[in-house]
């Protein structure tokens, strides 16, 4: 791909491991719910399109939790959380299919894969009914997305810069996340989602989800106002730095699902 050298150490390791994992021998079928219609299913009941990430640890965060994932799963989704991230990369997340199947079986919302999938064959190491493409990561985008629909996967698709968002278009996203962490440094930028969204024409039928470093209800006003769609919340419900126990879980996602009056 030539890009490892142009990227946070960190992130250039866990992509090294990510080529270097074994893959399912078999292929999957999902039959999945739809992720864009679970968004705005929450927005016509008033809630803010929160997909809200169930992350032990990661590169980026101060601790690591090591929280019953079913617990967490229904916490959210009781908080009103419009569907559920969940990540199954293990080595620098703490993740797993495990992890992700456990809480697939425990909500009826969707359930998104988030994870480093860098060859077609990875993506039927689980059932999920989303799976995360990262387009700077992949040579043939088009082809994954291809790929993933075929195996009944809804797709969303991460991108960081306008060039990367049209490059999405093009390859036929229909749901598009911006992130605001910028993987060369994983520094954070919420000005981000402003950038692309104010360079770039969005197709009626794309949902575009903003991503990282939403903390607060005022961000998610900040990124609605941007023109995001849903938006993918992860450390600022899970708080990695402290315990919580699941009715504070419910609380800080409920905090974020609902429209904030200033």
Same mark, same amino acid.
């Given at each position: 791909?030539?890009?490892?050298?142009?990227?946070?150490?960190?992130v250039?390791?866990?992509?090294?491991q990510a080529r270097?994992?074994?893959?399912?021998s078999?292929?999957?079928?999902?039959?999945?719910q739809?992720?864009?219609?679970?968004?705005?299913r929450?927005?016509?009941?008033g809630?803010?399109?929160?997909?809200a /990430?169930?992350?032990?640890?990661?590169?980026?965060?101060?601790?690591?939790?090591?929280?019953n994932?079913?617990?967490l799963?229904?916490?959210m989704?009781?908080?009103?959380?419009?569907?559920?991230?969940?990540?199954?990369?293990?080595?620098?997340?703490?993740?797993?299919?495990?992890?992700?199947?456990?809480?697939?079986?425990?909500?009826?919302?969707?359930?998104l894969?988030?994870d480093?999938?860098?060859?077609?064959?990875?993506?039927?190491?689980?059932?999920?009914?989303a799976?995360?493409l990262?387009?700077?990561?992949?040579?043939?985008?088009?082809s994954?997305i291809?790929?993933?629909?075929d195996?009944?996967f809804n797709?969303?698709v991460?991108?960081?810069?306008?060039a990367?968002f049209?490059?999405a278009?093009?390859?036929g996203?229909?749901?598009?996340?911006?992130n605001n962490r910028?993987l060369?440094?994983?520094t954070?930028?919420l000005?981000?989602v402003e950038t692309?969204?104010s360079e770039?024409t969005v197709?009626?039928?794309?949902?575009?989800?903003?991503?990282?470093?939403?903390?607060?209800? /005022?961000?998610?006003?900040?990124?609605?106002?941007?023109g995001?769609?849903?938006?993918l919340?992860?450390?600022a419900?899970?708080d990695?730095?402290?315990?919580?126990d699941?009715?504070?879980i419910?609380?800080?996602?409920r905090?974020?699902?609902?429209?904030?009056?200033s």
């Amino acid at each position: 791909m030539g890009i490892d050298d142009e990227i946070n150490p960190a992130v250039s390791n866990i992509l090294s491991q990510a080529r270097n994992r074994s893959s399912p021998s078999g292929r999957i079928s999902v039959q999945a719910q739809s992720l864009s219609d679970a968004l705005t299913r929450a927005a016509g009941d008033g809630r803010i399109p929160v997909i809200a /990430e169930i992350k032990p640890t990661s590169p980026t965060t101060a601790g690591k939790r090591s929280d019953n994932p079913v617990e967490l799963a229904e916490a959210m989704a009781d908080g009103g959380a419009a569907a559920l991230s969940v990540l199954t990369e293990p080595e620098h997340f703490d993740g797993s299919v495990e992890m992700l199947a456990s809480v697939r079986e425990s909500v009826d919302i969707p359930v998104l894969r988030k994870d480093f999938i860098l060859e077609e064959s990875q993506l039927d190491a689980v059932k999920a009914d989303a799976v995360l493409l990262i387009a700077r990561f992949l040579d043939d985008l088009e082809s994954m997305i291809t790929a993933a629909r075929d195996r009944g996967f809804n797709v969303l698709v991460e991108t960081h810069t306008s060039a990367e968002f049209q490059e999405a278009v093009n390859s036929g996203a229909q749901i598009i996340g911006i992130n605001n962490r910028d993987l060369t440094e994983l520094t954070v930028d919420l000005s981000t989602v402003e950038t692309v969204l104010s360079e770039v024409t969005v197709p009626d039928d794309v949902t575009v989800i903003a991503e990282s470093g939403i903390k607060t209800p /005022e961000d998610v006003e900040r990124m609605q106002s941007a023109g995001a769609d849903g938006l993918l919340i992860g450390s600022a419900i899970m708080d990695h730095g402290s315990k919580l126990d699941m009715q504070t879980i419910r609380k800080n996602t409920r905090q974020l699902t609902t429209p904030h009056i200033s």
